[in-house]
């Protein structure tokens, strides 16, 4: 008589597969194996590229504070050795120094004592300056024979010279600007060595006052 385990093992025995079916089950292992293959080879790719991501953003993080902070200050340091003299109603100097508030004078259309507000601009480090009024005009004025050379809106003065600021505008009949700025551009070497403006304020087109900055 034949025992449970004698008959599981003739029925066990007894299963016959065709070739067909012995494929499809061995295409069916395959394709499984590769799945899990794939599967473990993306989330290490992924993993690879978060990897990667978050070193970049570590990097950036403690690099770029210097350079950016540099960049910042770069340009008071080229322009350190710019000198800029304003003068009262009187003709004292008046040192002109960053972020400071200083007065240009009361303007007045019969002005007889000079054709508009002084100021000299001088640089030991730059070989010319190049000046753009946003509103009235730039002049040079020779005291001694009180002639007066208008200048475009747009002018090159060599360093040391000393430039006049009128609120006065051409026209028919003539503005008065009651602000304006005046941008300072240094070069050396045919090279931009730095760049400063100096905004211009009125009380009611009357008591002018300036302010000089770098950009």
Not at 63 to 77: E, G, I, L, R, T
Not at 91 to 97: A, C, F, L, Q
């Amino acid at each position: 008589m034949m025992t449970f385990q004698d008959k599981y093992v003739t029925q066990m025995n007894a299963i016959k597969l065709d070739d067909k079916t012995k494929e499809k089950i061995l295409h069916n292992v395959l394709s499984v194996s590769t799945i899990s293959e794939n599967y473990r080879f993306t989330v290490q790719k992924r993993f690879a590229v978060i990897a990667a991501a978050c070193f970049l953003i570590m990097l950036i993080a403690f690099v770029a504070p210097p350079f950016m902070n540099q960049k910042d200050h770069q340009s008071p340091s080229l322009v350190q050795s710019l000198i800029l003299t304003a003068y009262a109603a009187d003709g004292s100097p008046i040192p002109v120094k960053p972020d400071v508030t200083f007065p240009l004078g009361r303007y007045s259309v019969l002005m007889s004592s000079t054709p508009g507000f002084p100021i000299t601009i001088n640089s030991k480090d730059a070989d010319s300056i190049r000046l753009h009024a946003s509103t009235g005009r730039l002049l040079l004025w020779n005291p001694a024979d009180s002639k007066i050379t208008p200048l475009n809106s747009d002018t090159p003065i060599a360093p040391g010279n000393t430039v006049y600021w009128t609120p006065l505008e051409e026209g028919n009949p003539p503005k008065v600007a009651a602000e304006g700025v005046v941008e300072l551009t240094l070069y050396k070497n045919g090279r931009v060595a730095g760049k400063g403006k100096i905004e211009i304020t009125s009380d009611k087109s009357v008591d002018y006052k300036g302010k000089f900055t770098y950009n």
